[in-house]
């Protein structure tokens, strides 16, 4: 069983597409997040999520939306797609945000804008 | 302030020795440090983490030394194995604030030789 997983696996579009990355997780946690990991492997939080309420926004641009539908569901979407938002996307999630909670991440989302 | 810095970018091991992974921090806040072992292609998954106030942990091969005044830890690898080829990620983050994100080192590519 797959505890966090992530659609699609990879994703080549053009410059000012939009897009959508789907992440699930059947582990019944409360918290999810989006990270975001570039080419020199540099992993960064872009959002927190918890009970499918956003909890954290780390600077991210406008053009990045993510929503929960429930708890176990965090999307993101990206208008406008740039050069620089090819990454690789992780989801995660953990027990709860407070504590000593392990996260577990999803396979990855590798995104190439061209 | 929220920095943390991981030491060596690379490294290349002879199977049987040691693997030392170095980082350091500046927030005096953080209180959670996780180490994440990442394998191609996957997201990363948690390996050992330590509070700082614990000196050491150890988990079979894999010792976390904390050095509080120092502001600094290290993942040691004990009797290193092809099959600990991956990227170590070091992380900190805070129990109950800051929504749970983990701020993450740079990442070290740790390649162990038969």
């Known amino acids: 069983d797959t505890a966090v997983s992530q659609t699609p696996k990879y994703l080549v579009t053009q410059m000012g597409n939009d897009k959508s990355i789907k992440c699930e997780q059947n582990?019944?946690?409360?918290?999810m997040y989006w990270y975001k990991q570039d080419s020199k492997k540099f992993l960064k939080i872009m959002f927190s999520?918890?009970?499918?309420?956003?909890?954290i926004n780390e600077t991210v641009p406008n053009r990045f939306s993510p929503k929960s539908p429930d708890k176990a569901h965090l999307n993101l979407h990206i208008n406008s797609l740039e050069l620089g938002d090819s990454a690789v996307y992780f989801c995660?999630?953990?027990?709860?945000?407070?504590?000593?909670?392990?996260?577990?991440f999803g396979p990855g989302t590798r995104l190439t804008v061209l | 302030q929220q920095q943390v810095k991981q030491s060596p970018q690379s490294l290349i091991v002879q199977k049987g020795g040691i693997s030392i992974i170095n980082c350091a921090y500046e927030?005096?806040?953080?209180?959670?440090f996780p180490w994440y072992q990442q394998f191609p292609g996957k997201g990363p998954a948690l390996l050992i983490a330590?509070?700082?106030?614990?000196s050491e942990k150890k988990e079979g091969r894999f010792t976390i030394s904390f050095n509080k005044s120092a502001k600094q830890f290290s993942l040691h690898i004990m009797d290193s194995q092809p099959g600990d080829s991956a990227t170590y990620f070091c992380?900190?983050?805070?129990?109950?604030?800051?929504?749970?994100?983990?701020?993450f080192g740079q990442g070290t590519e740790l390649s162990v030789k038969p």
């Open positions: 995660a999630s953990s027990q709860e945000w407070q504590g000593l909670n392990e996260q577990f």
């Open positions: 582990l019944g946690h409360d918290t």
């Open positions: 999520y918890n009970n499918k309420e956003l909890i």
């Open positions: 927030n005096t806040a953080f209180d959670y």
């Open positions: 330590i509070r700082p106030d614990v």
């Open positions: 992380a900190a983050s805070w129990t109950y604030n800051q929504g749970g994100k983990l701020i």
